[in-house]
């Protein structure tokens, strides 16, 4: 499965951005039934778990650093899952990454993740 995040870009602190990333390629593997998530990172950190979603959307959990400002969801009909990403801050900064999961349910832990998009940065000005 090859997944392609887009939608980062530079925006001012408080301002929104929306993240996607679909699952693209002529595989014939989709990610309908794969937990998502969410990650990012700043140079010299480790990868940070952001929020992850379930196969069917029916759960979601987040880091307590993004929640209640960031929405992560999915439209399995376009093999599709979204970040909603509203009141940021400066310490969002970072390359956001999608993954999908090796399981139907998501996961906050990097080791789950089988399959990696390559990344779209997200810069927020002060």
């Known amino acids: 499965v090859q997944l392609q995040a887009s939608g980062g870009g530079l925006v001012q602190t408080g301002g929104s951005l929306r993240l996607s990333c679909a699952a693209a390629?002529?595989?014939?593997?989709?990610?309908?039934?794969?937990?998502m998530g969410w990650f990012r990172q700043e140079p010299g950190k480790e990868r940070e778990f952001v929020a992850t979603?379930?196969?069917?959307?029916?759960?979601?959990y987040y880091a307590e650093s993004v929640k209640g400002r960031f929405t992560i969801s999915r439209d399995n009909a376009k093999d599709t899952v979204y970040l909603q990403m509203n009141s940021l801050k400066p310490e969002d900064t970072a390359v956001y990454y999608c993954?999908?999961?090796?399981?139907?349910?998501?996961?906050?832990?990097?080791?789950?993740?089988?399959?990696w998009g390559q990344g779209t940065q997200v810069t927020v000005s002060s």
């Open positions: 979603i379930n196969w069917n959307g029916g759960g979601t």
């Open positions: 390629g002529r595989s014939v593997r989709t990610t309908r039934n794969n937990g």
């Open positions: 993954a999908a999961s090796r399981y139907a349910t998501g996961s906050s832990q990097v080791g789950a993740y089988q399959y």
